[in-house]
């Protein structure tokens, strides 16, 4: 049996993952199997990690010398030693045989990192569990220097995980030295990730969903529902006490013509996306400290295809047919979805660990579902990033148009029903804010942290068009009056949505992008040990998912212009409501993992998740 180094209980220093940042942790078991141990951060976290990534707290000693200074004048005595080789000095390597010196570079460079950030992140901040970040004050207000800073902060921001993920909370006087560290750690982090930095499959009990059973059903589920529920909403009484209709044979729900209709429409929005147009940023830092670039040019596909269904409608287009042929639609985005899938799933085969999503597990049906490659990319194209936000979600609006057009039709009116457009617009509305705010999506734990399989494919290209239109493909067989001031009651709760929904998203979107912005000054903040800090005031003090509340609400707006008479229409509140605790309830979980000790105060401070004094 091979031996191991480290005991239980003992104090060691680890590797953060992907970083060469080394932190204090507590062994806490080892695998012989896998060889690995289970350590656990001063924050909390659990992690498994190497051998070669756990070093004795012996090992820092000896080296660190005078640096394991915390007052951070010395601390950049320290850095400003060894930053005179690297990268004002040409590197070694140029002076050296490339290919020779390479690794010893990397070795030296990364021995560097490790005595010099060790200390210097650790103490006088440190991940300390009773106190947040070694003050004695954990919350505070967000007036932190803010003079000339923001741009000293973009640019932090704009450096690399260490800076993000483990830089000391914002200070003028670090800003420089944080891009410094951040461009070494790089140059490290890219050598070193790959041999470093093993992606360890999540255990049995970490599988979410109802783990291998649950994402089976759902798989299955997920599309015969859908069947089932346009099925019966094409009936003339759709209560849910009478029989669902049988489910009509293959032949006749297969059509070619269909299938190339929505082909055509997919390469419409690959045209568009691929457009060199639109500002190019840079996503979230990766394992391996590398930051994609992601074109947001969302907005600009959303006017062209306006633009194309308005000429379109101009000549003469039948629309129509997409409502006659709507279930064929919906047959043929399955079966794309589901091609894709497997597309999917056998090129991740072939994908480096790295690329690999923190989400998958391992087991082919689960990883399946939940997606096993992080960003799959063609080249530049990236196909989760795509498909979350354009052939689906644009796709949605001009099903919206067309139910509006097939209400005209069928119920022979001049102008569509109040309802109708009340729909049309609040769905709208949501779309357009979705994509102008298209950056927003970079920081989601659908691109983060979820891989692109079944999952994503199926929701973003058939459960979103399909099913989150189906108030407005209710309204074309079941016309609901709604009067004047009901409406008047209906927009005031679709804004008091909006308004929740747009006012938390921006207000964390703007406080992550920049912690010091003067506009956030009067909100109050908790200090995590990871540098990022938790808004604990304003939205984010009301309760801990104000965005979701927000959507919440305007969901209930879109469903009561369709009136009382069924339930059908709010399926998609009840589905959403569904959804959103269980997105909580999965944030939660990484939150807790993420800021350990600081989000159980978060979580005494702010006690309800998404509806105050109820949830
Ligand atoms: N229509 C739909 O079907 C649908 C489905 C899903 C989501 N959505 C909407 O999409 C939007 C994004 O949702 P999301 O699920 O990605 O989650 P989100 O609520 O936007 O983001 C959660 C993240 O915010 C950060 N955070 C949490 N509490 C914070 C605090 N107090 N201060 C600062 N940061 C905090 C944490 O990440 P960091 O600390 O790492 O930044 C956390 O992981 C929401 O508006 C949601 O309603 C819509
Ligand atoms: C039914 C199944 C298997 C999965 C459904 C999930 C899927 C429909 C959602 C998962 C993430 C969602 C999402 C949006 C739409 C619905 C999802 C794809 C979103 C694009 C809606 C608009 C928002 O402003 C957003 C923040 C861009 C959303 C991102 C997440």
Known sequence: MPSRRFADGEVVRGRWPGSSLYYEVEILSHDSTSQLYTVKYKDGTELELKENDIKPLTS??????????????RRRGSRSRSRSRSPGRPPKSARRSASASHQADIKEARREVEVKLTPLI????????????????????NDAPHKNTQEKFNLSQESSYIATQYSLR?????????????????????????RTFEVTPIRAKDLEFGGVPGVFLIMFGLPVFLFLLLLMCKQKDPSLLNFPPPLPALYELWETRVFGVYLLWFLIQVLFYLLPIGKVVEGTPLIDGRR????????????????????????????????SHFLQFALAATVFCVVLSVYLYVRSLKAPRNDLSPASSGNAVYDFFIGRELNPRIGTFDLKYFCELRPGLIGWVVVNLVMLLAEMKIQDRAVPSLAMILVNSFQLLYVVDALWNEEALLTTMDIIHDGFGFMLAFGDLVWVPFIYSFQAFYLVSHPNEVSWPMASLIIVLKLCGYV??????????????????????????????????????????FVRHPNYLGDLIMALAWSLPCGFN????????????????HREARDEYHCKKKYGVAWEKYRQRVPYRIFPYIY
């Open 60 to 73: 820092f000693r000896q080296r660190k010398g005078g640096s394991t200074s915390s007052s951070p004048s």
């Open 500 to 541: 929740i929904f747009r006012g938390a998203n921006s207000q964390k979107n703007a406080f992550r992008k920049n912690p010091s912005d003067p506009k956030l000054a009067h909100l109050k903040t908790i200090h995590t040990s990871t540098g990022k800090n938790l808004l604990v005031s304003g939205w984010w003090g």
């Open 122 to 141: 650790l103490k006088p901040f440190g991940n300390s569990i009773s106190r947040y970040n070694g003050e004695p004050e954990h919350i505070e207000r």
């Open 566 to 581: 069924h339930i059908l229409p709010y399926f998609y509140i009840i589905y959403f409501t569904m959804l959103l605790v």
């Open 170 to 194: 914002p200070r003028k006087e670090e800003v420089k030295l944080k891009e410094i560290d951040s461009k070494e750690e790089k140059y490290v982090a890219k050598e070193l990730a790959v």
């Open 292 to 323: 994609l670039k992601y074109r947001l040019n969302g907005f600009y596909a959303f006017i062209l295809t306006s633009a194309v269904i308005g000429t379109s409608l101009f000549q003469g287009v039948e629309f129509h047919y997409v409502y």
